[in-house]
Structures are given as structure tokens and as C-alpha cells.
């Protein structure tokens, strides 16, 4: 597996306990703060930057792997590196199944699918018709 970096916005919440001796009692505040962290990700294929233009761009798959093999009940990661959104939509372009979808993934999104039985799935991006992958899960 590849690591990768991906921006994930955390929400944190943040109890603070005071002790206010004037009132001469315990008050409690809490603080809800926002902040943007950089946390690898074990993705499991990417999508290149690029994707979104006619093959790929420069790269010569649309996922990287474009094949892949994983395990059933092991949850299988793409991450869109892209500066476009993306999708990771189960069947082919012409033929759409609706075993899984992603929606639009945002630039440094991910999408996560469990496979739970063995068999090929060819997959593609609603975006763009030229991309397309395959992942064969296993037993
Ligand atoms: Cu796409």
C-alpha cells in the first residue's frame, strides 16, 4: 500500500474545566475549534492528477493500479489526488451497477468499499468515460 497524504479537516472539541475561585465554584466551557491536519492515508489506489483530461493525461492508467486484487472484508481506499472531482462508480460508463458509488469526490477525497464476495468489479468515473479500473476481491 502507497502512503499518501490527504488534507482531512477534524472537528476537535475542547473542554475546558475553570475553576472560578471568586465565585467559589467549578464552571465548565466548552470550545468547539476547527482545524485542518495532514494525516497520511494507506490508500489503496489513486487517481491521478490529470485524470480528468482524455487518457489520463501524462499517466498511463486512470487508477492507479488500474488492477487491483484485494481481500474479501478488506476495505480497499482511493484517494483522488486531483485538482477535479471524481467518481468511484461500480459497472462501466455504459452499464452503471449499483453495487457501489462514491459521488463526486473532492481534490484529496476518499472512498472506502468493502468487497464481501469473492468476483471481478470493473468500476468507472460518472465525470469522465475514459476512466475506468477493476478490482477482483478473494477469498
Ligand atoms: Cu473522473
Redesign the pocket.
Known amino acids: 500500500m502507497n502512503k499518501k497524504i490527504a488534507i482531512i479537516p477534524i472537528i476537535v472539541i475542547i473542554g475546558i474545566i475553570a475553576a472560578v475561585s471568586q465565585m467559589g465554584g467549578e464552571t465548565t466551557q466548552t470550545e468547539t475549534v476547527e482545524i485542518e491536519t495532514v494525516e497520511e492515508i494507506d490508500a489503496t489506489i489513486t487517481i491521478p492528477v490529470k485524470?480528468?483530461r482524455p487518457a489520463c493525461g501524462p499517466h498511463p492508467e486512470c487508477y492507479i493500479p488500474s488492477y487491483y486484487v484485494t481481500k474479501v472484508d478488506e476495505p480497499v481506499i482511493w484517494l483522488n489526488e486531483d485538482s477535479?472531482f471524481?467518481?468511484v462508480t461500480s459497472g462501466s460508463y455504459e452499464e452503471p451497477t449499483d453495487l457501489f458509488d462514491s459521488g463526486h469526490m473532492d481534490p484529496y477525497g476518499i472512498f472506502t468499499y468493502t468487497f464481501e464476495e469473492p468476483g471481478m468489479y470493473p468500476y468507472f468515473?460518472t465525470?469522465?468515460p475514459w476512466?475506468a479500473g477493476n478490482v477482483k476481491a478473494e477469498r
Open positions: 485524470a480528468a477535479a471524481h467518481s468515473c465525470l469522465h476512466m
